[in-house]
């Protein structure tokens, strides 16, 4: 197949460079592909992130104290420094899950657009909408936002 020359892409893909898609075409696609998203990593709960950072070299260290200290008689020592590390855990894992959430909205307040022809006319559109067959503008300052081929190129170094 002829993947590399634009012609033999735009007939496989069955688009047209100049007037792109129609937008009942990129609408049966966006149904029959799905969305432009990278799939999202599964959050972990909060016991698994809790007793992942119990595994941290530092916390060990701790804990191999409290148990030394309980092992010598200092129980009422022990016992605090039990309490000093699940409270120091405890903090660790909801700031952590706070910062991933933080990040999460802010990955949404700031949605990327990009720029496609459908119809013959330029059109900003949410990155999720892009199909396969949509003819991508990129310009100086904006993402790629799919896997796309470079069909032209006009003044690039």
Same mark, same amino acid.
């Given at each position: 197949? %002829?993947?590399?020359?634009?012609? #033999? ?5 069955? /688009?047209?460079? &100049?007037? #792109? ?12 592909? #799905?969305?432009?998203?990278?799939? +999202?990593?599964?959050? +972990? ?7 992942? +950072? ?8 701790? *804990? ?10 200092? *129980? !009422? ?6 309490? *000093?590390?699940?409270? =120091?855990? $405890? ?12 990040? !999460?909205?802010?990955?949404? =307040?700031?949605?990327? /657009? ?13 990155? +999720? ?11 100086? #300052?904006?993402? *790629?936002? %799919? &896997?796309?081929? =470079?069909?032209?190129? $006009?003044? !690039? !170094?």
């Amino acid at each position: 197949m %002829a993947y590399g020359h634009p012609i #033999g892409s735009c007939r496989i893909l069955q /688009t047209n460079l &100049d007037i #792109g898609l129609t937008c009942a075409e990129a609408n049966l696609r966006l149904e029959r592909y #799905g969305q432009n998203l990278l799939q +999202e990593e599964e959050k +972990e709960p909060f016991w698994k992130v809790f007793v992942e +950072e119990l595994k941290e070299p530092l916390i060990l260290l701790l *804990v191999f104290t409290g148990i030394l200290y309980i092992l010598l008689g200092e *129980v !009422s020592d022990g016992i605090a420094i039990f309490f *000093v590390i699940l409270a =120091l855990n $405890t903090i660790e894992v909801v700031n952590e899950q706070r910062a991933r959430k933080a990040i !999460s909205a802010l990955h949404k =307040l700031a949605e990327p /657009t990009a720029l496609v022809i459908r119809e013959g006319h330029q059109l900003d559109i949410s990155i +999720e909408q892009i199909v396969p067959g949509d003819i991508i503008l990129l310009q100086a #300052g904006r993402r *790629v936002s %799919a &896997d796309a081929r =470079l069909q032209r190129a $006009t003044g !690039s !170094s």
